[in-house]
């Protein structure tokens, strides 16, 4: 249990576009969700936390209206890259939890972003 | 948001046990430590949380002493399939878990 997809797994997209990434979390209702980039020999750095049915949660230094997140249910997050660039390349992942407070959060596999 | 610090990397051959320490001097009294492991291009899998004391299951072991300012991972007989980046953090349900610089441990052959 606690399954946790990304679709897709990998983009490349031209430099201007927008690239939307979904994560869903497939057997269980996901209180929370949480969008992490990870740049190459690097570390997970959080972008954003969202919850069900509200505005999301921006770390700083990250822009709300280029990272667009919507979380329309308890199974679905969205990450839209506006107007992507290619220092937007990295590897996106997105992380569930089901708000009990023993619980961890699960991660998706990451999508890997390439704007050319 | 307590903050953790692992070994950059460490070495190890297949078969022994490998032990990776954590320190997080700042936990907060409703924080679990969790750790986990992540192979290149993919998202970190769950190994294993625990409070205080031992926790163990079928892949690892966790030691957290009683002040739980540190905790130690330990994998028993590794293989050269353990080679990945462990990640020490701490939080609970609900809350953004920071990942710090995790321990890229090397088992060779």
């Known amino acids: 249990g606690a399954v946790v997809s990304q679709h897709p797994s990998r983009v490349i997209c031209k430099s201007g576009t927008s690239v939307k990434i979904e994560c869903r979390s497939l057997?269980?209702?996901?209180?929370?969700m949480f969008w992490y980039r990870q740049f190459p020999k690097q570390s997970l750095m959080l972008m954003a936390t969202?919850?069900?049915?509200?505005?999301?949660?921006?770390e700083q230094g990250v822009e709300k209206d280029k990272f667009l997140i919507n979380h329309a249910s308890l199974t679905l997050s969205t990450l839209t890259v506006t107007s992507a660039h290619p220092e937007d390349s990295s590897f996106y992942i997105c992380s569930a939890d089901r708000g009990e407070p023993t619980d961890t959060q699960y991660f998706g596999p990451g999508t890997r972003l390439t704007v050319l | 948001l307590a903050k953790t610090t692992q070994p950059i990397s460490m070495d190890s051959y297949e078969g022994q046990e490998v032990n990776i320490t954590c320190s997080h001097n700042?936990?907060?009294?409703?924080?679990?430590i969790t750790w986990y492991q992540q192979f290149p291009s993919q998202g970190p899998r769950f190994i294993i949380q625990?409070?205080?004391t031992k926790v163990t299951n079928e892949v690892a072991s966790l030691f957290i002493p009683a002040d739980r300012k540190s905790s130690t991972l330990s994998l028993p007989r590794v293989s050269l399939s353990d080679t990945a980046v462990y990640y020490c953090?701490?939080?609970?349900?609900?809350?953004?878990?920071?990942f710090g610089g995790g321990t890229r441990l090397m088992v060779k052959p």
């Open positions: 969202s919850n069900e049915g509200s505005k999301a949660t921006y």
């Open positions: 625990g409070y205080k």
């Open positions: 057997d269980f209702q996901a209180t929370t």
């Open positions: 700042n936990i907060a009294t409703n924080d679990y």
């Open positions: 953090l701490v939080g609970n349900a609900g809350n953004m878990l920071t």
